[in-house]
């Protein structure tokens, strides 16, 4: 079943309408004719049934057949990403959106290379959008994460942070495995952390500097490996041992 994205406010008649690319899509790339069913995500914890009534030269309006709302994960994970060169971002914006996250924060610390104006820094955020609604499509997923624009590291560092459990991947001594604080965090609480926020650097990794600040704030340092991994594999693979750890049985 071939699968759509509207906001949630286009959701909410017995009718609905797809506009612009997503018409395209449908229209030009899936051919798609009346009578088919497809499926609508809103990216607010929704799939809806629906049928093609008609597809125009720029529109395809549908008929809902059925709802089905999907509670929200019982883990908000949060990735605090530092800025990769070239396509490893939307790269990371993919498979992190596949993997569940519910909010990515695209940093620029002292060595990202990347540099963005203020104008460029809201593009690349509705580019990277645009990439996380094809990886939802893609996977069936009823929720879309927020994708902020890219912010300084020291200017994210000085807002409130409320994660129950805050992790930064690094290279310093004394790195522990994801697992001993998940497991530390359940002895203490009696559950798993409800929100988790994940901090992984660039090429190079933090400085020192950097990776002492957001100790200070609050994050305890985790090893991913004898390995120096690249800055898109190491959220990736965080990520999947978060997915494996909180999702599996107590």
Same mark, same amino acid.
């Given at each position: 079943m071939h699968r759509f994205h509207l906001p949630p406010a286009a959701c909410g008649g017995s009718?609905?309408? #797809? /506009?612009?690319? +997503? @018409?395209?899509?449908?229209?030009?790339?899936?051919?798609?004719?009346p009578g088919e069913c497809v499926q609508v995500l809103d990216g607010a914890g929704h799939r809806?049934?629906?049928?093609?009534?008609?597809?125009?030269?720029?529109?395809?309006?549908?008929a809902v057949l059925e709802r089905e709302e999907v509670a929200a994960p019982r883990f908000e994970i949060t990735l605090m990403q530092a800025l990769p060169k070239g396509k490893a971002a939307e790269t990371i914006v993919e498979k992190a959106?596949?993997?569940?996250?519910?909010?990515?924060?695209?940093?620029?610390?002292?060595?990202?290379?990347?540099? #963005? /104006?203020?104008? +460029? @820094?809201g593009l690349k955020a509705a580019k990277w959008r645009l990439v996380a609604?094809?990886?939802?499509?893609?996977?069936?997923?009823?929720?879309?994460?927020?994708?902020?624009?890219?912010?300084?590291l020291q200017e994210y560092l000085a807002r409130p942070q409320r994660f129950e459990l805050s992790l930064v991947a690094s290279l310093q001594p004394g790195a522990r495995h994801p697992r001993e604080y998940l497991a530390a965090y359940q002895a203490e609480h009696g559950r798993r952390p409800a929100s988790v926020g994940?901090?992984?650097?660039?090429?190079?990794?933090?400085?020192?500097?950097?990776?002492?600040?957001? /100790?200070?704030?609050? @994050?305890r340092p985790i090893t991913l490996?004898?390995?120096?991994?690249?800055?898109?594999?190491?959220?990736?693979?965080?990520?999947?041992?978060?997915?494996y750890e909180l999702l599996s049985p107590a």
């Open positions: 009718r609905l309408e #797809l /506009e612009g690319p +997503e @018409a395209h899509h449908a229209l030009q790339v899936l051919r798609i004719q809806l049934r629906c049928r093609v009534e008609s597809a125009g030269r720029r529109t395809v309006s549908l959106t596949e993997l569940g996250v519910s909010r990515i924060v695209p940093l620029i610390s002292e060595r990202v290379v990347v540099r #963005l /104006e203020a104008d +460029e @820094a609604i094809g990886a939802m499509k893609q996977c069936g997923l009823p929720w879309l994460p927020q994708i902020e624009a890219p912010v300084r994940v901090w992984i650097g660039p090429e190079g990794d933090f400085t020192p500097e950097e990776v002492q600040a957001i /100790e200070t704030a609050g @994050a490996g004898p390995n120096v991994l690249r800055a898109d594999t190491a959220a990736i693979y965080c990520l999947s041992i978060l997915n």
